[in-house]
DNA sequence: GGGTGTGAATGAATTCACAGCC
DNA sequence: GGCTGTGAATTCATTCACACCC
């Protein structure tokens, strides 16, 4: 039986950078040191990381890029709560890996600038719907994926199976739309709105507010 | 002389956040438990926070809602860097504290859409500009500061005193446009782009990417 | 020399525990 | 009873230190 792997959320961001960079590097090869110059992380503290993941291809000279990238990979796209979770749709987007499906509630300006961005491409991620109560909004606006009156919410995510959802609401639906998708079976928000959202405790949430990164740049 | 105080970045964050709440609490009081029933954090670390900043009002039935949030108010709006900081213009908004200046670097749909929604109203930020290598984009926009063409970041930003901007840009454009902002003087960047930012140690940047946040949902 | 892998040591953040108050 | 204020205890994250490898 596989070991499952338990990441800290610390170590679970960095990989996803990590993937970033990677993806951009040219080069064959690239070590702890390289990477801590592109990201200010210390050295040790990649390859600590590294360890946790299991990935102990390096050699002295540094780490196969392409290698190291497949191991990230797929430790990002498998977590443990998914190994019981069969019953998802199996899309065979970024080589065969469980994709997890996401929604954005809210088309209004910012919910419509995620739409032409190609977001969650070589991803786990993809996106499946995109809701508003405003009916025109929903007509004139392309996509790459289907949108949808926000009456059909409750019914399109049981469907397409979606697990997680990006708010993009104006501040004062924030609640009610929460309330909204949580009802339909949504287990995680990346909440872009400035509002604290209230939701139960096995409801995740990841506030994306511009307001808090402003107070850390400080 | 005042004690100065230096701040935890979890705290910083969690006290943005209790802002919020604070703002559309209708009851004259709040407890740490109600807190932590909107929020998740336990009730203890709310005390800890609030015992970190020093403000010991509360009695057995809870804070005033009104004294925290001026309490909050006051320790956010300005921290220990501030202190040395004379120069900065003071503006007069949000009871004559110091406030941060901010541009937006990249009006697409992104950038675009953060100007409408009022995002630093009651807050220590005030976005000062707006840039974009689109003169297009420049002239046609509407917003409640001034949008100018990106040749004239460097003049703008050092005649403004802006020290912090929200990197909207698309992301072949990211690396450039970081080395511009941080030539111009720019101290801390909020990076709504998918690119690990390559910055010197003094710059601080914290990344909005809704990748990121989505793998921490799952 | 410069690199990795790994546990131990340090440093931070959170939670606990409990006295004191209303 | 339910609340705050506070230090200590615990848990979590990062850094150090060093053996080993090329």
Redesign the pocket.
């Known amino acids: 039986m596989n070991t499952v792997i338990k990441l ?4 679970r961001i ?1 990989l996803v950078q990590l993937r970033q960079i990677l993806k951009n590097w040219t080069e064959q090869k ?6 801590s110059e592109s990201t200010g ?12 993941i ?10 196969n890029t392409k290698e190291l990238l497949t191991a990230i990979n797929k430790v990002l796209g498998l977590k443990e709560s998914d190994v019981a979770y069969t019953e998802n749709t199996v899309d065979s987007e970024s080589s065969g890996n469980l994709c997890k499906n996401v929604c954005i509630a809210g088309l209004g300006r910012l919910g419509a600038a995620l739409l032409d961005q190609n977001l969650t491409e070589d991803s786990p991620f993809l996106i499946k719907a995109g809701f508003d109560s405003n009916l025109n909004r929903v007509e004139v606006l392309r996509s790459t994926f289907p949108l949808y009156p926000a009456s059909e919410m409750q019914f399109v995510i049981k469907k397409e199976k979606i697990e997680y959802a990006i708010l993009a609401v104006p501040d004062k639906d924030a609640a009610t739309m929460t309330e909204r998708l949580i009802k339909a079976g949504i287990k995680g928000i990346v909440n872009m709105t400035n509002v604290v959202l209230k939701v139960p405790k096995n409801i995740k949430v990841e506030n994306l507010s511009i307001l808090n990164s402003l107070n850390l740049v400080i």
């Open positions: 800290p959320d610390s170590t960095r690239i070590t702890s040191v390289a990477i992380w210390k050295s040790s503290l990649i390859r600590h990381d590294l360890w946790l299991g990935f102990n291809k390096g050699v002295s000279n540094g780490y």
